[in-house]
Every structure is written in C-alpha cells, then in structure tokens.
C-alpha cells in the first residue's frame, strides 16, 4: 500500500456534473478522490498505485466501461478491487454482463447520490475492515482466520484439520448476553490451549467456532484430538454461568489437508461434516469421512409463495443447497442454529422483518462478513439507504430478474472466498 | 280498559307491521343493490390483482393512526403487525391516550424508542402532548404520549402529527389484512376528490391469529360471538355495500378506515363530544363538503380489510351496543337539519332519512310493538291466524336476509372454508330472530334512553378506554 | 269511529291472510332458494379451486423448467389444453408479474399462443374482464397487442384505462409516451402524483416532451403541473428555466405548488428571484412551497426572511421556512434558537435532526 490510512478512490466518468456531485458526496478526511475522464486516464491511475474503489461509468468516450472492467478483473492488482459500474437506461442484459465480468455494484443514472454514497461508503468500510485485519483473533488472543491462513501456508506436508462447534451457543448467548457469551468462549479457548500439543495451532473462526490445525497428523491422531478436546470442553464449568445449569457440549468436524490447498475448502468440509453429524443424530459426535459437496447453505427468508418458488428454483439449479423460512423468526433462528454462507431477506414478513434480522445478524460476530442480499420492492427504494447503513451488501429490487440474482449470489460468495483467503 | 285505547293499540300494531315492511323492504334492496357490486367485485377478485399497480410507486403516502389505552399485552405484537403491512410508503403513529399501565414502557423496550422532535402540522384541540418518541429501530414508527382524552381525542392528536395526504384512523387491536391498504387507497387513485374510504370488518374471534395475521379462518366457540358474525355479513356485505352501490356511505367503522388528511382538519378533525366519532365524522365530511362546495367522494371498498375482537358476554356486548346507539342518536340530532333537505342530495334525501327512521327511532318502536302484540295476544282480541302468520312472515324475513348475506359472503370471499361453519351459518340465520335479534332490540333502546338523559354527560367522556374497555362513565 | 278501526282492521286482517300466506310460502321458498344457493355456490367454487390446483401443480416444474431453458417453451406449451387457456394465463401471469428480464420473455412467449382467447373478454360489458383482459395483454401481449392496450386508453372505465396507461408507461417502451401523454386531459380525476410517477417511470426518452407540454400554456395548469411533478422524479436539470418562467407568469396554485418543489429539487441560484416574491403569497401552499424552494436555492441575503416565516401562523410554511433557514446557511441561527430556549426551538430542533431532508 502507498499509504495504507488514506483511502483512494478512482472514478472514471466523463461527466464534470456527476465527477463534481461524486467528488463532494464522498469526499471525506482520509479519502483521495482521483478523477478520469477516459479510460486511458483510469488505467494509468489504476497503474499508479493502489485504489480500493473504482466507480465506472459503462459510457467513456474512448472505450467501453466494460472492456476496463474485464481488463482490471484480470490484472492480479486490481482483481479484488470493488467496482461500481454507473450507466443510464441499462437493458438488463448490459447488467447481466456486467455482473458476469466482475462488477460488485450497478448504478443506474439519474441515480440518487445519497443512495449511492451509502453504498460506497459501506463497500469502503469493509474494504478497510479486511486490511485492518491482523493475524489473532481480539477476543481469545488466538490465531484468527488470517492467521489460520498463515499458519496453514507454511506447512509442507499434510496436515489434520478440526473445526470445532459449541453447540446450541446462538441460543445459549442469546440468554447470557453478549460480554459473559464471550467470557464463556475465553474460557473454552484457554481450556484448549492447554490441552492442544505444542506444535498445533489452534484459532477461532468467529462465534463459538473455533479450528484446530495439527500438522503431521491423520484423521486418526485429529479424531482422537478431537475426541479428548470434546471431553475437556465438557468439564468446563463457566465461572461466568454460577447456579446455572449449563453443560457445555461441542461438535467436530474432522479432515485432512494437502498443503497448498486453501485452507477454507477444508474448513468447509469440515463444517459440512458438523452440518451432517447436527441432521443425522442431533448428537455431538466427530462427524466421519464422507465426500460430497462442501459448501455451507444459503438462507433465503421471503413470504411471497411465488416468488420463493422462483427464486428456489433458479438458486438450487446454480447448484445452491436452499433453505427457506417463510418469516423473519424461524429465518433467524436457523441462522442462529447453522451459519449459512449468504443470506437472501425479504424487507417485508410477518413478525421480524428484513431489517430486523439484518440488525440482528450484524450484530453476531459470527455473521460480520456473511454476505447479506435485501430484496425490496418497486417504490420502496428509502429501503435501499436504510439496508446499506445496516450493513447489507446489495439488493435486488422486485420483480426481480433471477438471472441477475444469481449472478449478484455467485459473486458475492466468491468475494467472501477471495476476501477470506488474503 | 275503553275501547279507544284497544283501538290505539290496534293502530299502532299498523303502524309496526309498516315499519315492519319498511325496514325489511330497505334490507332487502340494499342486499339487491350488493348483490349486483359483489358479483362484479368477486370477478374482479377472481382475476384482478392490484399490486402491482398500486405498488409500483405513486401511491400517497399513509400514516397509520392507532390509539392505544391500556393495550401493555398486546401492543408490540400489534405494532409489530402493523410495520409489516405491505405498502410503499407508509408511517405508524400509535397515540397513547393516558394509559395507566406499561404500554408506553413495553413499545419503548421493544423498538427502542427516543425522544424526538416533531412539530404538529395541525392544531386541533386536545389532551396535552407529554413527549413524541420515535423508533431508533424502525425510523416509520412513532409514539405520541398524550393524557387520557377518549379515542377521538386520541385521534386528532395523531392526526396534529401526521404529516402525509393521507391518513388511516384505526383500532390498535384490529388486525389489518396484509394488503388492507393496498386495495383501500384505490379510491384515492381513481379520484382526487375522495376524502375517505372503508372496508369490511371481519370479527376475529375464533380465527388463529399468528405473527399478527390472521392465518386460519373458523367461527367462533361462542354462541353470541356467532351471532355477532353473521350480524357483521349482513351489515358489511348487504348493508353497507348496498349504501356504497347508491353512493350513499354514512358510516365508515372507526376500527379502519382512510381519509384525505386536508379534508379532516378542515372539517374540524373528530368531534370528542359523542361517543361515535367515526360516523359523525362522515356525516360532517358530507355536510361540510355540500356546504363549502367541494369535491368530496366517500368510498366503500368492499375487501374485507381489518378483523376485530368482538364481546362475547352479554354484559359486554349490551354496553357495546348501548354505546352505538347512543353515538347514532347524538350524531343525527347534532346534524338534523340535514334529514330530508335535499341540499344534502341522496345523503340528505335517502341515507339520512333510513338511519333516523329505521336505524335510530326502530328500536323503540320496535320494542312497542312486542309490548302492544303481547296485550293484544294476552287480551284474548288478536286473530290468531294472523299473528301466527306474522311470526312466521318475520322469522322467515329475517331469516332470508341473514342467509342473503351468507350467499353474498358464498358469492365474494368464502373466507370460512369448513362446509360446518357454513352450515352453522344457515342455524344461526333462523335462531338470531328468536332471542339475538330482541336482545339487540332492547339494548339499543337503553341506548336511546341513556342518550337522550344523558345529554349533560357528553362533554366529560375522557377516563374511558376504546371499544374493548368498559366504561365507567355513566 | 273505534268501531270503525276495529273493523277496519278486521277487514283487513282477513284479506292480509290469504296474502300473509303466501308471502311466507315464497319466503321459505326463499330460504330454500339461497341455502341451495350458497352451497352450490360453494361446490361449484371448490371444485374449481381443486382444478386450478391440480393444474397449477401439473404446470409449476414445466414452467420453471422453461424459463431456465427457453428451447422447453413449445413443449410446455403442448401440456396446455386449449380449454385451460385463460386458467393457463391466470397462473403465468403470477410469475410474470414477479420477474423481469429474460425470464420475463420466456413468459411472454410461454403465454402467446393463448392470447388470443383473452380478445374476447376485451368486448366484455363487465368493467373487472375488460380490466383483466387489459393486465393480461398489457403484462404478456406487448408488443402484439398493443393496439388493444392502446384502444384501452379510452375506455369509459377509470380502472381498465388505469391498467392499460401503467403497462404502457414502461422505460423499455417510449414508443407508447405519445398515446399516453395526448391522454392526460382525459386523466384529470386522477391523483396527480400516482399519473406524475406513472409519467416519470417512462424514462429520460419523454423528458423533452414533458418539458414542452410543462411550457405550453395552451394546456390546463392541473395537466401541466402533473408534467412538472414528473419531471421532479425525473431529475431533469433542464426544466428548471421553464419552472422560473412558470411561476413569473401563472397563477394556478397546483402549478405554481409543482413549479416549485420542482425548484427546490433542481434549481439553480438563478432562479431564486422568480420564488422570493412569492414567500408572502397569500396562499398557504403557494406560501410553503416557495419557503421549501428558498432553502436551496437562497442565499444567507434570505435568512431574515425566512426567519420570520418561521412564525406562520399555518404550519407546513413555519416548517419548510425553517429548513430553509437551515439549507441558506442559517444553522447556526437555528442551533442558537435551540440553546436559547426561543418559541421557535423545537420546530429548530426538529428540522436541525432531520437527515437528508424530510
């Protein structure tokens, strides 16, 4: 980074009005706005340095928006950068297209600038969260997922993974509240700390989700970790919980990584293998080697009938494992239960509504960086402001195209994919 | 006893039997008059929906109003219903009237309210505003903390708050229909000279009512409570659809209705002096826009709307309909000059006139008439055939308008699925004339008579809670 | 003369009996009639429900599978007996109505070979199939129909030329702006701000149109002021010369309303001297609208102004004077008032809290 506490965003866009309104919109301490008005001009700013925003209007004088798009999706530098496409009247398809080379947003013009600076000052905040991140976890001095990571990176041979699970904890905290939830987690870190040998790494993912690695072993030497960490985790007696009657009790899923793998992918199948041990017996035993596939879920909450049936179908033809509540309480308390990977919520439902459980959700460390997709409805677009300050990551307006719906689902979860593994 | 006075008595048995025929054959038309709207509307049902044409932007913006007295167990769930009613652009402000419980500690908790600022657009009198608190949680909902001033008093303070076109007068306890506002604002669409619309009430009781929404659609246990049901059909589908096919609403219930926000505050907003504010105010919004010369339309829409608690003691339901009565007499008398004044158009010249007659003076005559029939039957000087024709021509009558309704509900919206609720429906249409119907006769006639002593004791009504409450006042 | 009565009554009573009789005969008739009414009704209705759903469930995984695969429409459309057309369209349109975009084509297309069945229901005297027949061809029959949905725009109904105007007024097709503009007059029952929306949802292709029916005084001012209102949603930076010279000349007090939240929206400081007069206007509309423009078009000059309008005695100008005090650089006016405890602090307060206008 040239200079990692100023925030530089780029906006190629040949209109002076707009680079004017865009440029006092988000003009803020520690921010650099750098104007281009052609496409040779973004690419030599994009060659000059780091930028963590690019907005792109798909109409430059010299060259079609979507050509620097692909262009600055390719180049390892900028591949990860978010990039707001602006165009006026946009035939769904130039959309469609669009969300397909990489775009994280689209704005169409006349846009309202308040709407769009509270997208890009949310899509700004997490960029800043990711580079904020170190290597250990703040609340148990652990490795945190970064370090994990890094830990994971340096080993030369294979390596046994363990992700463990308390269970029943989003209810459990949902009771203690939130300060002694956590001293509860600290004390479960310590206890595992001592029990681990020297050599593993031990680190916790978010929640009361934490991971084990323990490199040179098999699924053999992890289960039988496993098995005595499940056993310690049992004993604790929470000093925070006195009089009441509170057991501990924990779920693990076991695997085995080559080295070089991407530590996430095993920590899916890990998780995958919890997911199965919780729908198979309820119970907490160390799920055992099974293959399929390894992603988590994506929770869709919408009480529309019609439009779930649609939305379902297009979602499970991508492939997507599904799962829908046709309210906002049930929605919540199974994301509670079993983070999914993506969360699709419908603004209005009986009971708790999107944004209920949108506050709620953010509010779960567990769910900081779950991908989160408000659907709204036409004349509602006051909704859109109000979902990007909770910390929505994007919306679909209704009626909805599902092509773009899906496009917008894959994107989002090969962001939290790319993002995770920096 | 002298003969003049058995030939009075012989008279005013006439004059029953024509009011009798009267009432009847104006039940009758309106079901007519229904008959035809609904059959348009159940097509239209059938094959229509207006969603998206009302969703897609454009429609006013609505403030719901909502008094609350007294509601600490139910209030968040019904605030919570009410934030999840679909509609583009719309804001909750519930009144509190003075509760002497937790409702304002209970909604404060719940959705985090805070003191906030906002000035009234208004100035009706009313009881003295303590704070105004809005949601940090849900920025469209808003708490009016007043003291206790009675549901109209209620109203006008929410309505000096309200800062939309368009504004939705409610019970807190009623329970909107997902799309009550969708399907009411229609009128406001199609005519910019409407200054109010209502809907069906359906009653409540009996049906599962889950996150605020009524999901599952039963008679209730209650054998009055039925009764009460099917009194709603007859009111809602042949009653006052009839009224609306002739462009003649008077009453629009105070548990929902919506109204143009300018035309109210103009007309005064509610009158706290009458304990029913909700149809005064239709009949002033009549008078006033005759009066003054503007465009106003009073629509009915005929989609069932709200579903509300209905008593199911006698004791309740007495006061109740003692209460409806006594609001009836104080909002024709206060407007009498509009009886018979063809100033008013159809108003004046047919709505009017069948309230003040049939729906305000019938109970009294009515009740006369059982009195006089029985000394004429005890006296030994009846023609028994003919009185016995005559029980049987108002048992079948009453029994045929009841079942008239049944057919139109059959006809529109069958939102009773069971076949048994349906035929429970047909028993009650032939029992309610033995007992229900003699019941409500009498009751409305305390009505009456307490209205009528009770003139003084209208200016102080406040310490009173809303429909559900029992009141202490006289 | 008792005498009489009483046999007056007599005579009567013995008359009314014959017809007493037979007036409860066609009663129970009656009863009878309505019972066997509501329950034929009511199996008519369920067996119809049972049909629809039978068919809905026969439908459902076909349809869906051909909107993912559009080379699966003609197949598809083979399950659909030609009886079941209408109930056929009945069922698309739900999922029409939720989409759009390519899935929304495949619909359209799914739904061709059935349209024809709807033109009859287009002659129906029924105001509610004529509507319906209108949803159906304006959601699924573009462009094939369109002289139908077109033709609608006339239609005695209120409500089928409603629905017949929002299917036209769609961004993807300005080449129906014409039809629904020369209608406008005709419209003029209508709430102005849903016809405002319905204008602006027809996109920048009819902006230069509306501003010249907006300029055009030969138009009625309710027509003209619904054009401004949609060129307010529209954003369109271009009408705000036309809105100054609007409220120089008029005097209608929607247009002038209109003119000047259109001002408020996208004027520039130029303008500001065709709104200062009517600050003092004795329209209370007039009166607010124009405070409402002031904000952002005045300068810190207008403060004292609007400070005093602060004090109306209506209270929608005191609230739009006082954001206009806020907006022309006055905050730290109002922010004193607030400290102060002045009469005026909690409209300040109010207007100091709000965010990004009202």
Known sequence: MTDPDRQRILVIEDDPEIQHILSVMLSDEGREIVAAETAAEGRSALGDGDVDLVVLDLILPDADGRTLLSELRHARATAAVPVVVMTARAAPEIRQDCYALGADSFVEKPFDPEELAADLNRRLELQAAAERATLSDPVTGLLNHAGLEAEASTYTAVYGVAVIQLDGFGEHSERWGWDRSEKVVQQVAVALRQMIPEEFALGRLGGADFALLAPGADLEVVTLVSEEARRIIRDIEPSELQGEDVSLTATIGVVTAEPGEALEESLDVARHRIFQARAAKGDHVIAQEETGPASGHVLVAEDDEISATILLHRLEKEGLEVVRFDNGQDAYASAMDEVPVLVILDVKMPGLDGFEVLERLRKDHRFSSIPVIMLTSMGQEADIVRAFRMGADDYILKPFSPTELSARVRRLLTRGRSASSL | MSDLVWSAIGVFNWVVLTYFVLLNGVYLATSLFAFGALRRYALRLRSLDLTDLITSAGAPPISLIAPAYNEEVTCVESVRSLLSIEYPDYEVLVVNDGSSDDTVARLTEAFQLEPASRIPTASLPTAEVKQVLRSRTQPSLWLIDKDNGGKADALNAGLNFCYTPVFCAMDADSILEPQALIRIVRPFLEDDSTVAAGGILRIANGCTVERGRVTEVRLPENLLAQFQVLEYLRVFLAGRMGWAALDATLIISGAFGIFRRSAVVRAGGYATDTVGEDMELIVRLHRVGMETGTPHRIHFVPDPVAWTECPESVRVLARQRDRWQRGLLQTLTKHRKMLLNPKYGRVGMLAFPYFFFLEMLGPVIELLGYVSFTITIVSGRADWYLVSAFLAVAVALGGVLSLSAVALEELSFRRYPRISDLLRLFGLAALENLGYRQANTWWRVQGTLSALRGKQSWGKMTRKGFDTQPETGD | ?358
């Open chain 3, 1 to 358: 003369m008792p005498d009489f009565l009483a046999r007056l009554s007599l005579t009567v009573g013995q008359a009314g009996l014959l017809i007493l009789l037979v007036v409860i005969a066609l009663l129970f008739i009656g009863t009878l009639i309505l019972s066997g009414y509501a329950l034929v009704m009511r199996s008519i209705n369920q067996r119809r429900e049972q049909r629809l759903a039978a068919l809905s469930e026969r439908w459902l995984e076909p349809v869906l599978a051909a909107v993912s695969d559009p080379s699966r429409v003609p197949e598809v459309q083979k399950l659909v007996d030609e009886g079941d057309a209408i109930r056929f369209l009945d069922f698309i349109i739900e999922y029409a109505r939720r989409v759009r975009g390519a899935e929304k084509r495949v619909l359209r297309d799914l739904a061709r070979p059935f349209l024809p069945h709807v033109l009859d229901r287009m002659e129906a005297r029924g105001t509610e199939m004529r509507a319906w027949a209108i949803q159906v061809l304006g959601t699924l029959g573009l462009p094939q129909y369109e002289k139908q949905v077109v033709a609608a725009l006339d239609d005695p109904s209120a409500l089928v030329a409603m629905i017949a105007a929002r299917a036209l007024a769609r961004e993807e097709t300005p080449q129906y702006a014409p039809a629904v503009l020369a209608r406008l007059e005709r419209f003029g029952e209508w709430n102005r701000m849903f016809l405002a929306s319905m204008l602006a949802a027809m996109g920048p292709e009819v902006s230069a149109e509306l501003r010249a029916g907006y300029a055009d005084e030969s138009i009625a001012p309710g027509t003209r002021a619904v054009m401004a209102e949609a060129l307010l949603r529209q954003g369109d930076f271009l009408a705000g010369d036309i809105a100054a010279r609007v409220v120089r000349s008029d005097q209608h007090i929607d247009l002038l309303a209109s003119s000047f939240r259109l001002l408020a929206a996208i004027g520039r400081p130029e303008h500001v001297d065709a709104v200062r007069p009517h600050c003092r206007s004795d329209d209370p509309v007039v009166r607010s609208q124009a405070l409402r423009a002031m904000g952002p078009l005045g300068d810190p000059g207008d403060v004292p102004v609007l400070l005093e309008a602060m004090d109306d005695e209506s209270p929608w100008p005191a609230l739009y004077a006082a954001r206009g005090v806020r907006d022309a650089g006055g905050r730290q006016t109002l922010e004193s008032m607030v400290a102060e405890g002045d009469q005026r602090a909690s409209l300040a307060r109010q207007v100091l809290r709000e965010v990004g206008g009202e």
